[in-house]
């Protein structure tokens, strides 16, 4: 049960136009830039994106963006990519937006087999607008769509050849859950290790939910936002 893959090129030999991809990370931290990179590289168009948000204008799916790739994007905060908003307004690129904690519970209901829930969250605003509401002990709800995806592209600190993965710190994000809600999953990683040395109490993302690995290189690990003050 060898999942180890000689690279970010190999790894996403199967992905063909108009693919959907679950993209883990937030902000930049904890997202797959060796995939990323090889998708440009690869030149694979009209593509769905689902992640917290878009990268920013060169870096992370801003790369894609540069390169028209992305047909759509469901995310949940846009605000840090000019790129990404032009693209928006001049109808080359379609947006869904949802708020934070609804992007989450639909991938992970999506990785659990739930169809779909209620939840309070946008109830009376736009993001309610077409959906199905229903009423709660005297408390409106919206029913959400749960999402799967059919790649899903992680980056994790370290993984073994079976596809366990351990994630550090902040980017252990949106990357377990997605890990859980595609057909077909890739796992970037800064360090592969030898069966056995990842303490099974330390696994976050078993390997049964993971499809391809491979270790990643020259990681930027950039800051989105960078803030400081005078001591």
């Given amino acids: 049960m060898d999942k180890r893959i000689a690279s970010a090129d190999a790894a996403i030999e199967k992905l063909t136009d108009g ?41 992370g799916i801003g790369l894609l963006l540069q390169n028209r790739q992305v047909k759509k994007m469901i995310s949940s905060y846009v605000g840090e990519n000019k790129l990404f908003e032009q693209l928006v307004l001049n109808g080359e690129v379609q947006m869904e937006l949802n708020p934070q904690g609804t992007l989450a519970e639909r991938l992970r209901a999506g990785g659990a087999g739930i169809p779909a829930f209620y939840t309070p969250t946008g109830y009376g605003t736009m993001v309610a607008e077409g959906k199905e509401t229903r009423e709660f002990d005297g408390r409106p709800y919206v029913l959400e769509r749960a999402i799967r995806g059919e790649f899903a592209f992680i980056k994790a600190w370290k993984g073994d050849r079976w596809g366990n993965l351990i994630y550090r710190k902040t980017s252990r994000n949106f990357n377990p859950m997605m890990a859980t809600a595609a057909d077909y999953v890739i796992a970037e990683v800064e360090e592969l290790v030898e069966l056995g040395q990842l303490s099974p109490d330390q696994v976050h993302t078993p390997g049964i939910f993971v499809d391809a690995i491979f270790q990643g290189s020259n990681y930027e690990k950039r800051i989105e936002r960078r803030t400081t003050r005078k001591l």
Avoid: H, Q, Y
């Fill in 19 to 59: 693919a959907t991809i679950l993209m883990g990370g937030f902000g930049l931290c904890g997202i797959p830039e060796n995939l990323v990179a090889a998708v440009r590289r690869k030149g694979t168009k009209n593509l769905t994106l689902i992640s917290n948000n878009p990268g920013v204008e060169d870096f």
